[in-house]
């Protein structure tokens, strides 16, 4: 009787603790509203099926309790109860599989009208590039990564000429217009994740991994790595802004492009020698 009366305290528990938790998701500032009804879906899914099965349980221990004389009876097979959880089972798993299907098939179609952010991720930090006049990312190669190329652009392709480099500082985004991120790792498996975004994808060094949302609302957004990366991992941390159209613009002008960066150092100006030794006279 007691393990039964603990059973049944175990699912009141359960439930009250999911419905009155203070904890919850950060308010979303995505498109992916999506994905916050598919993990609803899947919470009152797999709790229902939980409240069933351990409810069951504690009828089994209250009412096949031992009694004096009463003996067990061996059934071996039911077809019909087999039948039973067979069909419960698979409508289970399909109303839990759906929604996420349709989610994912989203999720990996990205619009036309996308705009192309990349995400560069090492150990610890976060840079990007973004897309400059020509709307286009110019190539490349973690060969190409050194002190004066630390996102590896290629230098050949005129396409990565005006791309514009943020090393290691804040990324701005504009609102409520759809983007691509294009992930890149240079060193280990990292993990590109604001939670308000909902959205995320592993970075897994010589591969490209992507995904794609649309910025929401204004704000300040912190960025976590989501995959242990090292003895730093809890410090990989970054900065996205949203910005309006106007403030997003302002702040792309003052980005240096790649040509910039790699353009020859003006470190003075020439002077003639003839001149210079005419002053000194």
Known sequence: MAI????????????????????????IASNWGYIDSTLVATFWITGAVFSA??????YCVYRFRHKEGRKAAYEPESKKLESWLTLITAVGVAAMLAPGLYVWGQFVTVPKDATEVEVVAQQWQWSYRLPGADGKLGTSNARL????????????????QDDVVVEAADLHLPIDKPVKMLLRSIDVLHDFYVPEFRAKMDMVPGMVTYFWFIPTRTGTFEVLCAELCGTGHGFMRGIVMVDTEQDYTSWLQQQSTFAQLTGPAKVGALVDPAKATAKME
Request: proline content about 11%; overall charge negative.
């Open 53 to 58: 099965v351990v409810l069951f349980m504690a």
């Open 145 to 160: 990564i050194n002190s004066d190329n630390p996102l590896g652009i290629n230098p050949e392709d005129p396409n990565g």
């Open 4 to 27: 039964a009366l603990v059973l049944v305290l175990v699912v009141i528990g359960s439930v009250l603790f999911h419905v009155l938790s203070p904890w919850w998701w950060t308010p």
